[in-house]
C-alpha cells in the first residue's frame, strides 16, 4: 500500500460540551476516493475544517504528504497542495466565470502583486483557467458573471477553480448538495476522471453517489468514526446500518 | 458597458473644457473652484481604492488628506522663514518645490497608511470603521496642540510653492498640474484595478474565504491597498493646502474623512471615475445651493440618501447601468 497523502491522527475538536469530533483517524491515498458520510451534525464540517484550514483541532495531529500541517493558516494548506470546494458556493459572485478561474490560476502561481499587467491577458493563466473550464463544461458561459450561473453551474465552477490549482489533494465538501439528477450524474463522472490527478476526500450526503464512486468509505456519527472500509464493509456493517443507513435505505 | 467608458471621457473633458472657458471669460474664481473639484476628486480616488476596490470602510481619512497638507505647510512655512526644519543629527531644510513636496507626502502618507493599516486591519466591519477615525482624531488633537506650526490657528503660506516652468499663482497654470495629476492617478488605479493585485484585491474583498482557498491570504492585499490609497489621499491634501496657501488642524477633523466618503459615495463606489463625479457633483451643489442656502447640507443629506437606498452605483451607475461582464 503506498504511504497516505493526507493523514489525520487523533484529531479531537470540542466546543463547550459539544463534541464535534472525538479522536477521529482518517486517512487519504493516491488514486482514491475515499468517502466520508453521516448525519446532519456529525461533524463533516468540522472535520473538513481542521484539515483544510479554517478551525484547529484541540488534539491531534494533521500530516499532509508527510508534514505536520495543523497550525497552518488556510492560504498556506492550499498553496501546499489542497483544492478544496465548499458546501456553500464561495465564489467572488461579482466577477466574471472566467475570472474565477484566473483566480486560481494567479493564485496557485503566487505572483499577486503584479500591479499593471493586465492579468485578463495573461496567456499563461488564460491558458490554465479556460483548460480547467472545458474540464468541467462551462466553456459557453465563461463570460457570464458568477451571480447569474444556476446553482449547479456555480458547483461546477468551485471544482473548475479547484483544478487550476493543481492540487495534490481534492477536499470536497458535499459537492452534489443541491444538484438535480443530470448534474449530480455528471459530477459524478467527473470526480471519476478527477481522482487519476489526485485523490479525493468526498464528503457527501448522496448516498448512490456515494456508494457508486467511492474506494473507501468512513462514517461519521456523532463526531466519532463508527466505521471505515470498502463500500461492501459498510454496506453490510451492522452498526452502520442501525446509526445511519438503515433509515436512509428504507426510506 | 459601453456607456461607462463614454460617462468617464465626457467628464474628462467637461473638467478641461469648464476652465478653459472660464479663463477666456476671465472668472478667475471658477477656476479655483474646479481646481477644488479636482483636488477633492483625488482625495475621493484614494478613498474608493481601499473602499470600492479593497471593501476597507476607512473612517480616517482625513488623517492622509491632513498629514499632505501638514507635509506642504511645515516645508513651505521653514523655507520662508529660512530655518531648517530639523538640525540634529543632519539638517533637513524646507522646500519650495512642488515635486519634491509631493514625493515627500506620497512618502509618509503611504507610510502612515502601512502604520495604520497593520493596526486597524487586525479588525473589520464597524471596528475598522471605529479604529480608522481614531487614529484621525488623535492626529487632528495633535495639530491643536503643535504651537509650533500655529496650532489651532493654523499655518499660512505666503506665495504657493514652485513647479520649473511654471507660474503656480496663475489658476489656470496651477489647474493644469492638479488636473494632469488626476489623470496619472487615474490611469494608475486603472491599470491596478486591472492587474493581478486588483483580480485578488476584488476577490479578497468580495469574499475571505476565496481567496484563501486559492492559497493566498487577504492581510498583504489590505495592507498595500490601504498604503496605496492612504498615498494618493496624502497628494490631494497637499495640493488642497497649496491651492489655499494654508493649512490648518481642520484637514483632519472628522468632517473632512466624511467628505471624502460622500465624494465616493455620491460619484459611485468601485468605480475608477466614481469619486471624480462624486466631487464634481458635490462642488457643484456646494457652489449652487450653498448660494440659496447657508443649509444647503440638507440637500446634500437627501441626495445621500437617495443614493443609498435607490442607486448603489452613484451617479456613475445610475447614468451608465451596472456592470455586467458580457455584452
Same mark, same amino acid.
Given at each position: 500500500?503506498?504511504?497516505?497523502?493526507?493523514?489525520?491522527?487523533?484529531?479531537?475538536?470540542?466546543?463547550?460540551?459539544?463534541?464535534?469530533?472525538?479522536?477521529?483517524?482518517?486517512?487519504?491515498?493516491?488514486?482514491?476516493?475515499?468517502?466520508?458520510?453521516?448525519?446532519?451534525?456529525?461533524?463533516?464540517?468540522?472535520?473538513?475544517?481542521?484539515?483544510?484550514?479554517?478551525?484547529?483541532?484541540?488534539?491531534?495531529?494533521?500530516?499532509?504528504?508527510?508534514?505536520?500541517?495543523?497550525?497552518?493558516?488556510?492560504?498556506?494548506?492550499?498553496?501546499?497542495?489542497?483544492?478544496?470546494?465548499?458546501?456553500?458556493?464561495?465564489?467572488?459572485?461579482?466577477?466574471?466565470? +472566467?475570472?474565477?478561474?484566473?483566480?486560481?490560476?494567479?493564485?496557485?502561481?503566487?505572483?499577486?502583486?503584479? /500591479? /499593471?499587467?493586465?492579468?485578463?491577458?495573461?496567456?499563461?493563466? +488564460?491558458?490554465?483557467?479556460?483548460?480547467? *473550464?472545458?474540464?468541467?463544461?462551462?466553456?459557453?458561459?465563461?463570460?457570464?458573471?458568477?451571480?447569474? +450561473?444556476?446553482?449547479?453551474?456555480?458547483?461546477?465552477?468551485?471544482?473548475?477553480?479547484?483544478?487550476?490549482?493543481?492540487?495534490?489533494?481534492?477536499?470536497?465538501?458535499?459537492?452534489?448538495?443541491?444538484?438535480?439528477?443530470?448534474?449530480?450524474?455528471? *459530477?459524478?463522472?467527473?470526480?471519476?476522471?478527477?481522482?487519476?490527478?489526485?485523490?479525493?476526500?468526498?464528503?457527501?450526503?448522496?448516498?448512490?453517489?456515494?456508494?457508486?464512486?467511492?474506494?473507501?468509505?468512513?462514517?461519521?456519527?456523532?463526531?466519532?468514526?463508527?466505521?471505515?472500509?470498502?463500500?461492501?464493509?459498510?454496506?453490510?456493517?451492522? @452498526?452502520?446500518?442501525?446509526?445511519?443507513?438503515?433509515?436512509? @435505505?428504507?426510506? | 458597458?459601453?456607456?461607462?467608458?463614454?460617462?468617464?471621457?465626457?467628464?474628462?473633458?467637461?473638467?478641461?473644457?469648464?476652465?478653459?472657458?472660464?479663463?477666456?471669460?476671465?472668472?478667475?474664481?471658477?477656476?479655483?473652484?474646479?481646481?477644488?473639484?479636482?483636488?477633492?476628486?483625488?482625495?475621493?480616488?484614494?478613498?474608493?481604492?481601499?473602499?470600492?476596490?479593497?471593501?476597507?470602510?476607512?473612517?480616517?481619512? =482625513?488623517?492622509?488628506?491632513?498629514?499632505?497638507?501638514?507635509?506642504?505647510?511645515?516645508?513651505?512655512?521653514?523655507?520662508?522663514?529660512?530655518?531648517?526644519?530639523?538640525?540634529?543629527? $543632519?539638517?533637513?531644510?524646507?522646500?519650495?518645490?512642488?515635486?519634491?513636496?509631493?514625493?515627500?507626502?506620497?512618502?509618509?502618507?503611504?507610510?502612515?497608511?502601512?502604520?495604520?493599516?497593520?493596526?486597524?486591519?487586525?479588525?473589520?466591519?464597524?471596528?475598522?470603521?471605529?479604529?480608522?477615525?481614531?487614529?484621525?482624531?488623535?492626529?487632528?488633537?495633535?495639530?491643536?496642540?503643535?504651537?509650533?506650526?500655529?496650532?489651532?490657528?493654523?499655518?499660512?503660506?505666503?506665495?504657493?510653492?514652485?513647479?520649473?516652468?511654471?507660474?503656480?499663482?496663475?489658476?489656470?497654470?496651477?489647474?493644469?498640474?492638479?488636473?494632469?495629476?488626476?489623470?496619472?492617478?487615474? !490611469?494608475?488605479?486603472?491599470?491596478?484595478?486591472?492587474?493581478? $493585485?486588483?483580480?485578488?484585491?476584488?476577490?479578497?474583498?468580495?469574499?475571505?474565504?476565496?481567496?484563501?482557498?486559492?492559497?493566498? !491570504?487577504?492581510?498583504?492585499?489590505?495592507?498595500?491597498?490601504?498604503?496605496?490609497?492612504?498615498?494618493?489621499?496624502?497628494? =490631494?491634501?497637499?495640493?488642497?493646502?497649496?491651492?489655499?496657501?494654508?493649512?490648518?488642524?481642520?484637514?483632519?477633523?472628522?468632517?473632512?474623512?466624511?467628505?471624502?466618503?460622500?465624494?465616493?459615495?455620491?460619484?459611485?463606489?468601485?468605480?475608477?471615475?466614481?469619486?471624480?463625479?462624486?466631487?464634481?457633483?458635490?462642488?457643484?451643489?456646494?457652489?449652487?445651493? !450653498?448660494?440659496?442656502?447657508? $443649509?444647503?447640507?440638507?440637500?446634500?443629506?437627501?441626495?445621500?440618501?437617495?443614493?443609498?437606498?435607490?442607486?448603489?452605483?452613484?451617479?456613475?451607475?445610475?447614468?451608465?447601468?451596472?456592470?455586467?461582464?458580457?455584452?
Amino acid at each position: 500500500m503506498t504511504k497516505p497523502l493526507l493523514d489525520v491522527r487523533g484529531v479531537s475538536k470540542s466546543f463547550g460540551a459539544v463534541q464535534a469530533s472525538t479522536d477521529i483517524n482518517l486517512d487519504l491515498r493516491e488514486g482514491e476516493i475515499h468517502a466520508l458520510i453521516g448525519p446532519n451534525g456529525a461533524g463533516k464540517s468540522t472535520l473538513i475544517k481542521q484539515i483544510a484550514g479554517g478551525l484547529r483541532p484541540d488534539s491531534g495531529t494533521v500530516f499532509f504528504d508527510g508534514q505536520d500541517i495543523t497550525g497552518l493558516s488556510t492560504a498556506a494548506r492550499a498553496r501546499l497542495g489542497m483544492g478544496r470546494t465548499f458546501q456553500i458556493s464561495s465564489l467572488a459572485m461579482d466577477y466574471s466565470v +472566467l475570472q474565477n478561474v484566473v483566480l486560481g490560476a494567479l493564485g496557485r502561481r503566487g505572483d499577486i502583486f503584479r /500591479f /499593471f499587467r493586465p492579468v485578463m491577458k495573461d496567456a499563461d493563466l +488564460l491558458a490554465t483557467a479556460n483548460q480547467a *473550464l472545458e474540464m468541467v463544461g462551462l466553456e459557453d458561459v465563461k463570460n457570464f458573471m458568477t451571480s447569474e +450561473l444556476s446553482h449547479g453551474q456555480r458547483r461546477q465552477l468551485e471544482v473548475a477553480v479547484a483544478l487550476t490549482l493543481s492540487p495534490k489533494v481534492f477536499l470536497m465538501d458535499e459537492p452534489m448538495a443541491g444538484l438535480g439528477a443530470d448534474g449530480s450524474r455528471r *459530477l459524478m463522472e467527473l470526480l471519476g476522471e478527477f481522482k487519476q490527478m489526485a485523490p479525493i476526500l468526498l464528503v457527501e450526503h448522496d448516498m448512490d453517489a456515494v456508494f457508486a464512486l467511492a474506494d473507501r468509505i468512513s462514517v461519521l456519527v456523532y463526531g466519532k468514526i463508527i466505521a471505515s472500509g470498502s463500500v461492501d464493509d459498510i454496506r453490510g456493517n451492522p @452498526i452502520v446500518r442501525s446509526a445511519y443507513l438503515g433509515e436512509e @435505505i428504507d426510506a | 458597458m459601453r456607456k461607462e467608458p463614454l460617462l468617464n471621457m465626457a467628464l474628462l473633458i467637461a473638467l478641461l473644457a469648464f476652465p478653459l472657458w472660464a479663463w477666456v471669460a476671465d472668472e478667475p474664481f471658477l477656476i479655483t473652484l474646479t481646481t477644488r473639484a479636482i483636488i477633492f476628486a483625488i482625495a475621493g480616488v484614494g478613498l474608493n481604492f481601499a473602499l470600492g476596490f479593497g471593501g476597507l470602510v476607512s473612517f480616517g481619512h =482625513a488623517a492622509f488628506f491632513g498629514l499632505g497638507g501638514y507635509v506642504m505647510g511645515v516645508l513651505a512655512f521653514h523655507a520662508q522663514t529660512y530655518t531648517p526644519v530639523l538640525d540634529w543629527p $543632519f539638517v533637513i531644510n524646507g522646500t519650495k518645490s512642488m515635486p519634491i513636496v509631493w514625493m515627500v507626502a506620497i512618502v509618509l502618507s503611504g507610510a502612515l497608511a502601512v502604520a495604520i493599516g497593520a493596526l486597524s486591519l487586525r479588525t473589520s466591519g464597524v471596528y475598522f470603521i471605529m479604529i480608522t477615525l481614531a487614529f484621525a482624531q488623535m492626529l487632528y488633537y495633535f495639530t491643536i496642540s503643535w504651537s509650533t506650526y500655529g496650532g489651532e490657528d493654523g499655518l499660512s503660506i505666503y506665495v504657493r510653492n514652485d513647479f520649473p516652468g511654471l507660474n503656480t499663482m496663475d489658476p489656470i497654470q496651477y489647474y493644469a498640474i492638479c488636473y494632469v495629476l488626476l489623470l496619472i492617478v487615474l !490611469g494608475l488605479v486603472y491599470a491596478i484595478s486591472k492587474s493581478a $493585485f486588483g483580480l485578488a484585491l476584488g476577490a479578497s474583498r468580495q469574499n475571505e474565504d476565496r481567496i484563501q482557498a486559492v492559497g493566498q !491570504g487577504p492581510f498583504g492585499l489590505y495592507l498595500t491597498a490601504f498604503a496605496i490609497s492612504g498615498a494618493i489621499t496624502g497628494l =490631494a491634501g497637499v495640493l488642497h493646502a497649496d491651492l489655499n496657501r494654508f493649512v490648518s488642524p481642520t484637514m483632519f477633523s472628522w468632517h473632512t474623512s466624511g467628505e471624502i466618503m460622500i465624494f465616493v459615495i455620491l460619484g459611485g463606489v468601485g468605480r475608477v471615475f466614481g469619486p471624480v463625479a462624486g466631487a464634481v457633483l458635490f462642488i457643484v451643489l456646494e457652489h449652487t445651493l !450653498g448660494g440659496l442656502s447657508e $443649509f444647503w447640507h440638507i440637500y446634500l443629506g437627501a441626495m445621500l440618501l437617495g443614493v443609498v437606498l435607490f442607486a448603489r452605483g452613484g451617479l456613475i451607475g445610475l447614468i451608465a447601468g451596472r456592470e455586467v461582464a458580457h455584452d
